[in-house]
T-cell receptor
Framework: AQSVTQPDIHITVSEGASLELRCNYS??????LFWYVQSPGQGLQLLLK??????LVQGIKGFEAEFKRSQSSFNLRKPSVHWSDAAEYFC??????????????FGKGTTLSVSS | DAGVTQSPTHLIKTRGQQVTLRCSPK?????VSWYQQALGQGPQFIFQ???????QRGNFPDRFSGHQFPNYSSELNVNALLLGDSALYLC?????????????FGEGSWLTVV
């Protein structure tokens, strides 16, 4: 069955330090992969997505992610974290539906705290 | 350009009652999906609507039903509410049924069942 695992429940990073959030997926075919961010009490904002092609994907707010098929991973990175990056981060795989369209399967999320 | 809008933002219901949540998709989008996000969990897919029909359904009971209107807006109905239905309900929209289309989310409706 398709699944997404985010091994880190909570990560604390110092402001200005680099960040890497891990994501592993289980899916039989080439997946569509997404990273979303959710601030407290808010909906989900798309950071970046991977459909095909270049395995290094650039997103908004200075984030990037690298798709590694051999490791079934899609880790999110940022070279220098800002206090405003503190939020919940969700990795998701897009599951094609029988009648077309996509359902997203989400991991349980990683909470990012930023210390000064 | 208005994004995905949902109403109400918060509501409290009693066990056994029924609730209706509403969603207007992003301008130009014709496909609406609903997700349930329990506290501390990732969102879970409930169902998807396209051309006013339910196209696909996740692992949710029949107490959860929906509707899509000709203007592409959508409603989520939950009958016979249980305490476990307390969650953030997220509406998501996209254009068409291509698996590669980007999915945009609203800010959600917080449902508390007491």
């Amino acid at each position: 069955a398709q699944s997404v695992t985010q091994p880190d429940i909570h990560i604390t990073v110092s402001e200005g330090a680099s960040l890497e959030l891990r994501c592993n997926y289980s899916y039989g075919a080439t997946p569509y992969l997404f990273w979303y961010v959710q601030s407290p009490g808010q909906g989900l904002q798309l950071l970046l997505k991977y459909f095909s092609g270049d395995t290094l994907v650039q997103g908004i707010k200075g984030f990037e992610a690298e798709f590694k098929r051999s490791q079934s991973s899609f880790n999110l990175r940022k070279p220098s974290v800002h206090w405003s990056d503190a939020a919940e981060y969700f990795c998701a795989v897009g599951l094609p539906l029988n009648q077309a369209g996509t359902a997203l399967i989400f991991g349980k999320g990683t909470t990012l705290s930023v210390s000064s | 350009d208005a994004g995905v809008t949902q109403s109400p933002t918060h509501l409290i219901k009693t066990r056994g009652q029924q609730v209706t949540l509403r969603c207007s998709p992003k301008s130009g989008h014709d496909t609406v999906s609903w997700y349930q996000q329990a506290l501390g969990q990732g969102p879970q897919f409930i169902f998807q609507y396209y051309e006013e029909e339910e196209r696909q359904r996740g692992n949710f009971p029949d107490r959860f039903s929906g509707h899509q209107f000709p203007n592409y807006s959508s409603e989520l109905n939950v009958n016979a509410l249980l305490l476990g239905d307390s969650a953030l309900y997220l509406c998501a929209s996209s254009l068409g049924l291509s698996s590669g289309n980007t999915i945009y989310f609203g800010e959600g409706s917080w449902l508390t069942v007491v």
